[in-house]
């Protein structure tokens, strides 16, 4: 028989559930976790199964993914501690920014810290009919956006910067779905995109008479990585060999990024954050032939900067214990941890300093804060 549960049920189970584990000893791996993730279906949820699915497999340890279509939906029970962990994405820099949903009074900027991400590559795939070779050549072109998709749309402003180019230059068209922006291309409704290289429409632009190319960003053009850094400080050069049009033998320099990264709040204890790398270390055998992709799970790769948000001190302790953090590692994370703090004190003034604005003043007043605190930096 078929039990229905109310929502006030449900949620005090999660709270009891996570409670239970934070309630564990802090030096092992707790006997039950939460973890948010995407959709079931995406790539996001299918990293967080196959490592849960490790996790139980050489510790026993019993874990219910919280699967969410949005941002909030996978951050709020993190920063509740109503769940462990997230297996996150863009949203971690969004929600470390205070921008996008994360702009709300309720929000603000985040005090977050990530443990380790998988590699990930981003670009600009253009019909090879199109005649852009070069991500400068976009202009005037027209590229297609997905409405309502900050994920996508603010790595595509990044990808843009790269030759110093806006939306403002380019013939851009709002698609109403991921799957109009990536199916454009094929039916000759935009001449390019941004997406991975891996979805199954850049596979079917390949094959079609249109044809498939990627342009390149290349990591010698220090000024140009500037630009993206600054717009897309989880961002840095990547060289992707899988992929539509992509090979070991064609390799392209892309934009790389962490999907998906996993996130805690700051003060989970050091003690734990450090048994939940070290599991996922010792258990990478278990998961990483669950796809071609899963090997980048190798803290070799997963453990560096860039990210979305600063490590967490627990996992960069077991990362020099490894001899995995490099100066340049810990360069970035305090820059980075600068960078937050900086927002995070920006966000206070502004919130104290408009207590009584409408939300459309609010937002405007943050906007012009924030960019003064980035700045300034």
Same mark, same amino acid.
């Given at each position: ?116 991400? #998988? +590699?990930? =590559?981003?670009?600009?795939? $253009? ?5 852009? @070779?070069?991500?400068?050549?976009? %202009? !005037? ?47 000759? #409704? +935009?001449? =390019?995109?941004?997406?991975? $290289? ?5 596979? @079917?632009?390949?094959?079609?008479? %249109? !044809? ?55 003060? $989970? ?5 450090? @048994? ?102």
């Amino acid at each position: 028989m078929m039990r229905v549960f109310s929502r006030p049920l449900i949620a005090a189970a999660l709270a009891t559930c996570a409670f239970a584990s934070h309630a564990a000893d802090d030096d092992t791996l707790p006997s039950t976790m939460i973890w948010t993730a995407y959709n079931v279906g995406s790539a996001g949820y299918a990293n967080a199964s196959a490592v849960a699915d490790a996790f139980g497999k050489a510790y026993g340890t019993r874990i219910r993914i919280q699967p969410s279509s949005t941002a909030i939906g996978r951050l709020r029970p993190v920063v509740n501690e109503r769940a462990d962990l997230g297996f996150l994405s863009s949203g971690t820099f969004f929600a470390t920014e205070g921008i996008i949903d994360f702009a709300d009074r309720e929000w603000g900027p985040q005090d977050l810290r990530v443990i380790a991400g #998988k +590699a990930a =590559a981003f670009g600009m795939p $253009t019909a090879a009919d199109a005649d852009i @070779e070069t991500i400068g050549d976009v %202009r !005037g072109k027209r590229l297609a956006y997905v409405a309502g998709n900050p994920s996508v749309n603010v790595k595509c402003d990044a990808v843009l910067a790269f030759a110093g180019l806006t939306r403002d230059d380019v013939d851009l068209r709002m698609f109403p779905t991921y799957t109009a922006a990536m199916s454009a291309l094929k039916q000759d #409704k +935009a001449d =390019a995109t941004c997406t991975l $290289t891996t979805p199954s429409l850049m596979y @079917e632009l390949a094959e079609s008479p %249109r !044809g498939i190319h990627w342009p390149e960003m290349p990591a010698a053009d220090k000024e140009a990585w500037d630009r993206v850094t600054r717009m897309a400080p989880y961002a840095s050069p990547y060289t992707e060999t899988v992929g539509a049009g992509v090979s070991e033998d064609d390799p392209v320099e892309l934009m790389g990024y962490r999907y998906p990264q996993i996130v805690v709040r700051a003060d $989970t204890s050091e003690a734990r954050v450090y @048994e939940i790398i070290k599991a996922l270390d010792e258990t990478f055998d278990i998961y990483s032939n669950v796809s071609a992709a899963m090997p980048r799970w190798d803290l070799e790769e997963a453990g560096h900067a860039p990210m979305g948000a600063p490590f967490h001190p627990g996992a960069i302790r077991y990362l020099e214990e490894k001899g995995i953090w490099t100066d340049e590692d810990q360069a970035w994370n305090d820059k980075r941890l600068k960078r937050l703090e900086a927002l995070q004190s920006a966000w206070k003034e502004t919130v104290e300093a408009h207590p009584d604005a409408s939300e459309e003043a609010f937002a405007e007043a943050w906007a012009e804060r924030r960019a003064a605190a980035i700045e300034s930096l």
